[in-house]
């Protein structure tokens, strides 16, 4: 079973670490570099093994922006709720802006922002 960088950290289910990995991948080379043999390679396991959940880069992906938009979704819900939509509307923009801000990556994955040159 794969290990997670840190050894203090107990083994982690092989679906996740496939995300993990995806994940430390694309933000080192792009979105574009991403496979599933580099997953695989990064875990420590076999070329197959990731097929097991994710049947393609493609499967493995949408995993990866899917888990980034729930994400999202909860930073967003994490704002405090106002009687006055002005006050709720602003409340919004700014957890949009520091999720944004918090987390470059998957900001950029979600939303197509380019990547730095």
Same mark, same amino acid.
């Given at each position: 079973?794969?290990?997670?960088?840190?050894?203090?950290?107990?083994?982690?289910? +092989?679906?996740?670490?496939?995300?993990?990995?995806?994940? *430390?991948?694309?933000?080192?080379?792009?979105? *574009?570099?991403?496979? %599933?043999?580099?997953?695989?390679?990064?875990?420590?396991?076999?070329?197959?093994?990731?097929?097991?959940?994710?049947?393609? !880069?493609?499967?493995? /992906?949408? *995993?990866?922006?899917?888990?980034?938009?729930?994400?999202?979704?909860?930073? /967003?819900?994490?704002?405090?709720?106002?009687?006055?939509? !002005?006050?709720?509307?602003?409340? +919004?923009? !700014?957890?949009? %802006?520091?999720?944004?801000?918090?987390?470059?990556?998957?900001?950029? %994955?979600?939303?197509?922002?380019?990547?730095?040159?």
């Amino acid at each position: 079973m794969p290990q997670t960088k840190d050894a203090a950290h107990a083994p982690i289910a +092989l679906r996740d670490a496939c995300i993990v990995a995806a994940r *430390e991948a694309i933000a080192e080379h792009g979105i *574009e570099q991403l496979s %599933l043999r580099d997953v695989a390679r990064r875990l420590g396991v076999s070329h197959q093994a990731p097929y097991k959940h994710y049947p393609s !880069r493609d499967h493995l /992906l949408a *995993e990866v922006m899917r888990r980034c938009f729930e994400s999202f979704a909860a930073h /967003l819900d994490a704002r405090g709720q106002f009687d006055d939509p !002005r006050d709720d509307l602003g409340a +919004l923009g !700014r957890r949009y %802006l520091d999720y944004a801000h918090r987390h470059p990556l998957e900001y950029r %994955l979600m939303f197509s922002t380019p990547w730095p040159a």
